[in-house]
């Protein structure tokens, strides 16, 4: 109920075409109602006109056009040839209500459709909206096969919600003008007639208790079908160097035929319920024809109420059904619809639009971190009282074993994680009292497993600054040592990169995205070593290049060569998420019972003794 009451103040966002809507549907519904009493009163003018006919004497008929005791209009008919044109008075005026009722159904179904597909539209939106807004730690624990299902399958799922429950909102109208006529020709009959369709409710909700239930699974089961698939595309070369196919197979055939299973307990069970309204309906309709038959014949009810109250109780079946099929329907998408609220519920960061009042952003690029604490949720520690100073323009190297906290300390400074204990401060201001824009939009991220989005070359270029010219592109790709490659394209900076980059090499798609890097100019440079799997006449192009870009900017380097040690103008050594050394690398090599001269001997010493020998 949470759930369908959230749902419904989004369609009241669009009441005024609600509003039209509904209208369209009072009017179609009072057509019919219309329509019915005409029908009737038409049979009876020509059972009178029969007894004329039988008795071959002179027709003389009176003809008033009432309903519910109000006459509107009273025709006298002489002769037979008058009571031929009265009928076709009743075709034509009849066939006039029809077209009215027409237009309206076209009315009707393009303000609900418009409505339905501009909520879609907005879900979408907000959907995505949230996704790029949430932080870093959400990504970190989901799936993102599970992620994309909620934008996908779910809002597809919705739509049927959305679709329900305008259903919903139409049959009610229809079943409230049908059950008021009703109630009016004969209020006796109209009381039987809701007490038992009032039944026919608790029975449909009883189906729909149980397909919620299903719904749930099913969701469940198509989420893990999609995070499923996407692991597997982008890790297709791992199955076939392992050889895993049939096992990959026999797994997805496991996870789509429970999904199989639990959608056909809810095809069983709306199966079931449509032929249980069905016959429920029979049934009833069959109990009023016997006691409006008995009615008529104790002259309790003429032939003209008999008729216009069967027609209208044939209009009321169909709506009342219907709601009861609706009911069903929308507790299986509705529960996709609660996982949509779930993740618009999450909690964001702010838009990195949103600037704060009395910040400056970044000037100069120094860097310190005052007893910066950090963990993943998890007992031990990723980062432990981390203090340093670093100046603007510094290159500095990170360097420690695996899970020492290298990534989660770059991590922390453009905010992908939230520091927990302790301050990083930015020219001397706490960066959480700036905005994200200014924090972001002058630090760059140069990663070790780079990414390119599908797209052309110069397009992935440009995403470092949107608004740059195609010669500022040209320059930042001259400066990262891209530009040379890229003219010997068929396409140049209109080659297409393909998905994640794989038309290029790696070295290439490194320098592409250092001429990001580049374009955007950043205060802060965040380096994950760019040239630790690179060949030799790569790493060299890509060295070039990210000695120019760190040049004048202060700059973090999650170091795996020994090239870069040597180049770093400051080395911090980190052990267990504790800052354990800070000094050059001259310095570093002097202390015998050091970790950094003890990694250095483990790790670099071989690669110093081969770059020697060459």
Known sequence: MKTFLRLSRYFLTYKWRILTGLVSVAIMSLADTVSAFLVARLFAVLQQIEGFVKSGSELLLDVPISIYGITFHSFTIRGYDESFRLIILFA?????????????????????????QKLLLRFRLDLFDTVVQLPVRYFDAQKTGRIMSRITNDVNALEQSLYQMVEMAQNSVYTVIFATALFLTNWQLTIFTIIVFSALGIISRKFGDRIRSYSREITNTLA???????????????????????????????KVESNYHYN????????????????????????????????FISASMTIEIMISFLILITFLAKPVKAIGENVARLQKSLVSAGYIFEMLDLEREKLPEERSAGSAGIRRGDV???????????????????SFNI???????????????????????????????????????????????????????VPQEVT?????????????????????????AKVANAHGFIETLEKKYHTEVGERGVQLSGGQRQRIAIARAVLRNPKILLLDEATSALDTES????????????????????AHRLSTVYRADRILVLERGSLVEVGTHAELLKKDSGLYKRLYSLQFAEEGEVETRE
């Open 452 to 476: 390119l989005f599908a797209g052309t070359i110069y397009e992935n270029i440009r995403y470092g600054r949107l608004e740059a010219s195609e010669l500022e592109v040209t320059d930042a």
């Open 391 to 445: 100046s603007s323009g510094e290159k500095v190297a990170l360097v420690g074993p695996s899970g020492s906290g290298k990534t989660t300390l770059v991590n922390l400074i453009p905010r992908f994680y939230e520091v927990e204990e302790g301050s990083i401060l930015i020219d001397g201001q706490d960066i959480r009292g700036m905005s994200l824009h200014q924090l972001r939009s002058q630090i760059a991220i």
């Open 224 to 254: 893990d079908i999609s995070a499923f698939l996407q692991e597997k595309i982008n890790g297709i070369r791992i199955i076939k160097s392992f050889t895993r196919e049939n096992y990959e197979r026999r797994e997805f055939r496991r």
């Open 264 to 295: 056909m307990k809810i095809v069983r069970t709306i199966a079931f319920l449509s032929p249980v309204n069905e016959l429920f309906n029979t049934m009833v309709i069959a109990l009023l024809v016997i006691f409006t038959a008995y009615l």
């Open 92 to 116: 034509i005026v009849i066939l006039v209500i029809i077209l009215v009722k027409v237009t309206f159904v076209y009315v009707r179904e393009y303000v609900m459709s418009s409505v339905q």
């Open 368 to 386: 310190e971190f005052r007893s910066v604490g950090f963990s993943y949720g998890s007992e031990v520690s990723a980062l432990k009282e981390i």
């Open 539 to 558: 790493e060299i192009a890509v060295q070039e290049a990210l000695d120019r870009l760190m040049k004048g900017r202060t700059s973090f380097i999650i």
